[in-house]
């Protein structure tokens, strides 16, 4: 069975500072992996996506995410947090033999970008 | 950029009420749309996939006479939770799949918190 693990409840980072948002995965096969962004009051947002090729994906708002084969993990990175970044982020993968609505979301992580 | 409404943001009703949440597409048509259901620090848990036009399909462990789900246009689902017990709070969140996009291109609503007193 598919699964996706974020094993940080909350993520606090100072302005200015790399962030990392950890994720990782279980999916036979290769996986889709994705990462969205859930601002307040608003709807998950699509930031970026997984399906082959290059490791390191760039994604909306300057985020990049890093696909780790041997490490099963698709941490999502920023070189430079800003305050605007506070946000809650669901790491989600699917198998893609599996049909559209088989994504997984994680539990989500809140990064919380102080000024 | 595609826009998914829906509503109520937050209801509160009694226990054996009914409440009906809406998830709406603005500016494009949905063929396809999903129902989540998320707790308190846990994943987005899928409920059912809503295809405009026929029945849903639900997730194992989800009952189909309690979480009632209408496609009955390209822009409009429904969700309706049946005879609302304290058990069913939770936030309740929608996805739109966009005619020809591709299976991971989704759409998402800002959610409904149900609180059943």
């Known amino acids: 069975a598919q699964s996706v693990a974020q094993p940080e409840d909350q993520v606090n980072v100072a302005e200015g500072n790399p962030l990392t948002v950890k994720c990782t995965y279980s999916?036979?096969?290769?996986?889709?992996l994705f990462w969205y962004v859930q601002y307040p009051n608003r709807g998950l947002q699509f930031l970026l996506k997984y399906i082959t090729g290059d490791n390191l994906v760039k994604g909306s708002y300057g985020f990049e995410a890093e696909f780790n084969k041997s490490q099963t993990s698709f941490h999502l990175k920023k070189p430079s947090a800003l305050v605007s970044d506070s946000a809650l982020y669901f790491c989600?993968?699917?198998?893609?033999?599996?049909?559209?609505?088989?994504?997984?979301f994680g539990s989500g992580t809140r990064l919380s970008i102080r000024p | 950029g595609a826009v998914v409404s829906q509503h109520p943001s937050r209801v509160i009703c009694k226990s054996g009420t009914s409440v009906k949440i809406e998830c709406r597409s603005l500016d494009f048509q949905a063929t396809t749309m999903f129902w989540y259901r998320q707790f308190p620090k846990k994943s987005l848990m899928l409920m059912a996939t809503?295809?405009?036009?026929?029945?849903?399909?639900?997730e194992q462990g989800v009952e189909k006479d309690k979480f009632l789900i209408n496609h009955a246009s390209l822009t409009l689902s429904t969700l309706t939770v049946t005879s609302a017990h304290p058990e069913d709070s939770s936030f309740y969140i929608c996805s739109a799949k966009r005619f020809r996009d591709s299976n991971e291109k989704l759409f998402f609503g800002s959610g409904t918190q149900l609180s059943v007193l």
């Open positions: 809503s295809n405009e036009g026929s029945k849903a399909t639900y």
């Open positions: 989600a993968v699917r198998d893609p033999y599996s049909s559209a609505s088989k994504i997984i």
């Open positions: 999916v036979s096969g290769n996986p889709y």
